[in-house]
């Protein structure tokens, strides 16, 4: 099977547990480390169990990372952030059989957490090929808060700069965001967990968060937030940003690329974009640059379906 492939979604039942082994053992194969086929099997069922018991329908696994780093995760739409055993270092509580599932997925990687997606939570575990004797228990969780950002309202230095998008494409624009997101959370979990191996994640990493923080605190967003929310295919939407933005912008553009030609040689075991989401980013990102340099608004004129269709097919 390939290396970078789509989530497996889960049936809501105890075979669900039987088929996340499976398919964690495959991914381990496919990717030529069978020595993480044990830690592998083992977080995955907790991780499952745990899905099923507390969590909420779907319910499906995935794999990401790198060849050399892999992560197996599990994606339920419960918000609720997993909750760790505090008597997980008393080894009678590791013995037992109640309450310890987060703690063998600890024991079972070289790291574990959890990130808050908009429609529920992401569990993930790095499966390493020995037990860890000094697990964190309590795991790297990120998203159940909230994050600290930009407030244009207070000004900015440099100015503010208005960005006109015409025909903006809805639904390409939310496959953008959660393809962008995604991109932007490896980076991070790469820095996190690997920094010294890949030191320029970090760099990138703060980049994407610059970007985030920039698109989430622009005048304009909860408009067009709005607009999807009402099901619309298309809008006409105002931004105003800082006026360095486009900056960050121009770089996105190279950087989301790049991260795509990763992704195609499975570097990273994300999914690629298509044809279509790539005209779309350079189209979005670009209008920042383009009007940041004078230029009038330029159209979307392609299709404003994510499946690349034509609009009214």
């Known amino acids: 099977m390939p290396l970078n492939q789509p989530a497996l979604a889960l049936e809501a039942g105890p075979r669900s547990v039987q088929d996340a082994r499976r398919w964690a053992t495959d991914a381990c194969r496919a990717l030529k480390r069978d020595e993480l086929i044990p830690s592998a099997e083992s977080g995955i069922s907790e991780l499952v169990t745990n899905a099923l018991l507390h969590g909420q329908p779907p319910i499906c696994v995935r794999v990401r990372g790198t060849r050399e780093h892999p992560r197996i995760e599990v994606i ?31 024991m079972s990687s070289h790291a574990w957490g959890a990130d808050r997606q908009a429609d529920g939570k992401i569990v993930w575990f790095e499966p390493r090929a020995d037990v860890n004797e000094a697990p964190d228990f309590a795991g790297d969780v990120f998203g159940f808060g909230t ?16 960005v006109h998008f015409e025909n903006l494409p809805l639904a390409l624009y939310v496959d953008f965001r959660r393809h962008f997101r995604e991109l932007s959370r490896e980076l991070r979990l790469l820095s996190l967990a690997h920094e010294s191996e ?38 006409q939407i105002r931004m105003v940003v800082p ?4 900056a960050t912008m121009a770089q996105m553009i190279s950087l989301l690329e790049l991260a795509d030609a990763f992704c195609r ?24 640059v383009r009007q940041a340099r004078g230029e009038d608004p330029l159209p979307w004129a392609g299709s404003d379906r994510a499946d690349g269709y034509p609009s009214d097919a």
């Open 76 to 106: 339920d739409s419960s918000p609720k952030p997993p909750a760790p055993n505090p008597r997980m270092t008393d080894e009678d509580e590791l013995l037992s059989t109640i309450g310890r599932g987060l703690g063998l997925v600890a």
């Open 147 to 162: 994050p600290p950002g930009l407030d244009l309202a207070s000004g900015a230095e440099g100015g503010l700069l208005d």
């Open 198 to 235: 890949y030191p320029v994640a970090k760099d990138l990493s703060d980049l994407f968060l610059r970007f985030e923080e920039e698109q989430h605190a622009a005048i304009g967003s909860v408009e067009l937030q709005h607009e999807i929310d009402a099901g619309s295919r298309q809008a």
């Open 243 to 246: 006026r360095d933005a486009p």
């Open 265 to 288: 040689e499975q570097r990273l075991l994300s999914l690629a974009t298509t044809p279509q989401q790539q005209h779309f980013q350079r189209w979005y990102l670009g209008e920042y």
